[in-house]
T-cell receptor
Framework: SQKIEQNSEALNIQEGKTATLTCNYT??????LQWYRQDPGRGPVFLLL?????KEKRKERLKVTFDTTLKQSLFHITASQPADSATYLC????????????FGAGTQVVVTP | DTEVTQTPKHLVMGMTNKKSLKCEQH?????MYWYKQKAKKPPELMFV???????INESVPSRFSPECPNSSLLNLHLHALQPEDSALYLC?????????????FGSGTRLTVV
């Protein structure tokens, strides 16, 4: 069966450090992978999309890597701030299709001053 | 306008009630989605509409009935729900194109079935 796995344990990190989150998947052959941020009681917010032919993508303090051989994506938040505290969700679809976007369970990040 | 608006924000309904959730977007997106999210779980896809036509139903029970009256509106009609249907119901929209696009989500409707 298809699985998207993210570290279920909360990541506690000190302000200013880099947070690194992992997303592993099985039985998917995604053409692209997405990352979302979700705050309690709110809908997910789209952050970044990376395609299979892109090794790395950056947006401000965020960096995503995508390794289709390892079936893994890494999500980095550099110079983390308390406002970055949230749950971060990895999401993908099979192949290049759209519509059936499936989410991982997410990793909670807590940034302390 | 870059938002997806969902109403109501909170809804409490009895198991014999009929209610509707509403979702609206004015970004010109031709794909719209309903997701269900339980506490501490990821959003689960329920329905996908493409160009106002239902394209994906993820084996959702018939007590949930989606409707897409036009390209900006998406409804979810609820009837004879069970307490286990209590959850955050999220609407999202996106461009209806292959190649990968981000979704825009609403803030959700917190549904409690009593």
């Amino acid at each position: 069966s298809q699985k998207i796995e993210q570290n279920s344990e909360a990541l506690n990190i000190q302000e200013g450090k880099t947070a690194t989150l992992t997303c592993n998947y099985t039985n998917y052959s995604p053409a692209y992978l997405q990352w979302y941020r979700q705050d309690p009681g709110r809908g997910p917010v789209f952050l970044l999309l990376i395609r299979e032919n892109e090794k790395e993508k950056r947006k401000e303090r965020l960096k995503v890597t995508f390794d289709t051989t390892l079936k893994q994506s890494l999500f980095h938040i550099t110079a983390s701030q308390p406002a970055d505290s949230a749950t971060y969700l990895c999401a993908l679809t099979q192949g290049n299709s759209w519509g059936k976007l499936q989410f991982g369970a997410g990793t909670q990040v807590v940034v302390t001053p | 306008d870059t938002e997806v608006t969902q109403t109501p924000k909170h809804l409490v309904m009895g198991m014999t009630n009929k209610k509707s959730l509403k979702c609206e977007q004015h970004m010109g997106h031709r794909a719209m989605y309903w997701y269900k999210q339980k506490a501490k779980k990821p959003p689960e896809l329920m329905f996908v509409y493409s160009y106002e036509k239902l394209s994906i139903n993820e084996s959702v029970p018939s007590r949930f009935s989606p409707e897409c009256p036009n390209s900006s509106l998406l409804n979810l009609h609820l009837h004879a729900l069970q307490p286990e249907d209590s959850a955050l119901y999220l609407c999202a929209s996106s461009q209806a194109v292959p190649g990968g696009v981000g979704y825009t989500f609403g803030s959700g409707t917190r549904l409690t079935v009593v």
